[in-house]
């Protein structure tokens, strides 16, 4: 995962020479978030990027339904001595976590809740001055979990909007997956993308998880009143400014 942010690094700065433009925009779902802030906080991200869109996205680590947070925590009693009474051992021994990432892959392994990656992370600080961030989340998540990890807390200088697809449109199950291609999810994407959209009515369609909007009796073109409030005061959204 850390050696794609470099890739991330390279291909921004083709983007920038191609096109001449001194600044981008990022959208990033999932560990694709997690590559936004890698960017930002290793390659100089904060210099290159405006505004950052992370749906689903990894900011804080995920627990993978649990086994993340306790394969670290054996793996870390394994360090210490203790683990082995668990069956246990340190990563490099290898320990549980080194099994799990045969399943799931280095990169996997690394967006575990308490990987050194998510760590150095979150002692980085969740923001930069200057960047304008907005997160969407769903509470039907089933990979990036528990969901509330994926909001930021805003920095001195940043705006964080936290956006929860659920708040105000109980209806909209979006999963890890579907939160990108329903409607709702789109629009919200745009909003983070354009200021000048902020404020315009959202679709609020029935979305099943793994599925999609446009099931037979889906208030079609529905609109959430919440997220309709000019400037997003409403509670379904939280403009942050750091202090």
């Given at each position: 995962?850390?050696?794609?942010?470099?890739?991330?690094a390279?291909?921004?700065?083709?983007?920038?020479?191609?096109t001449?433009?001194?600044?981008?925009?990022?959208?990033g779902?999932?560990?694709?978030?997690?590559?936004?802030?890698?960017?930002?906080?290793?390659?100089?991200?904060?210099?290159?990027?405006?505004?950052?869109?992370?749906v689903n996205?990894?900011?804080?680590?995920?627990?993978?339904?649990?086994?993340?947070?306790?394969?670290?925590?054996?793996?870390?009693?394994?360090?210490?001595?203790?683990?082995?009474?668990?069956?246990?051992?340190?990563?490099?021994?290898?320990?549980?976590?080194?099994?799990?990432?045969?399943?799931?892959?280095?990169?996997?392994?690394?967006?575990?809740?308490?990987?050194?990656?998510?760590?150095?992370?979150?002692?980085?600080?969740?923001?930069?001055?200057?960047?304008?961030?907005?997160?969407?989340?769903?509470?039907?998540?089933?990979?990036?979990?528990?969901?509330?990890?994926?909001?930021?807390?805003?920095?001195?200088?940043a705006?964080?909007?936290?956006?929860?697809?659920?708040?105000?449109?109980?209806?909209?199950?979006?999963?890890?997956?579907?939160?990108?291609?329903?409607?709702?999810?789109k629009?919200?994407?745009?909003?983070?993308l354009?200021p000048?959209?902020?404020?315009?009515?959202?679709?609020?369609?029935?979305?099943?998880?793994?599925?999609?909007?446009?099931?037979?009796?889906?208030?079609?073109?529905?609109?959430?009143?919440?997220?309709?409030?000019?400037?997003?005061?409403?509670?379904?959204?939280?403009?942050?400014?750091?202090?």
């Amino acid at each position: 995962m850390v050696e794609s942010s470099t890739e991330v690094a390279a291909f921004v700065e083709l983007v920038l020479d191609e096109t001449g433009a001194s600044k981008v925009d990022m959208v990033g779902h999932s560990q694709g978030g997690t590559q936004l802030q890698l960017y930002i906080q290793r390659h100089g991200g904060d210099q290159t990027v405006e505004r950052v869109v992370g749906v689903n996205p990894n900011t804080h680590g995920t627990s993978l339904l649990g086994i993340g947070t306790l394969g670290w925590t054996l793996d870390d009693a394994g360090s210490l001595g203790i683990g082995s009474v668990l069956g246990s051992a340190n990563v490099s021994d290898p320990g549980l976590m080194a099994t799990v990432g045969l399943v799931i892959g280095p990169a996997g392994v690394q967006q575990a809740i308490g990987s050194p990656v998510i760590e150095e992370m979150i002692n980085a600080g969740d923001t930069r001055p200057g960047l304008d961030y907005t997160i969407i989340a769903s509470r039907y998540d089933e990979v990036v979990t528990p969901y509330p990890g994926q909001f930021l807390v805003a920095g001195p200088g940043a705006t964080v909007r936290n956006i929860l697809l659920q708040d105000g449109c109980p209806e909209d199950r979006s999963d890890h997956l579907s939160a990108t291609y329903s409607l709702r999810g789109k629009e919200l994407i745009k909003q983070g993308l354009d200021p000048a959209r902020r404020g315009q009515p959202v679709p609020c369609e029935v979305v099943v998880p793994g599925g999609g909007q446009g099931w037979p009796g889906a208030p079609v073109g529905s609109v959430s009143p919440s997220l309709a409030a000019v400037g997003g005061s409403a509670a379904s959204v939280t403009d942050g400014e750091g202090s």
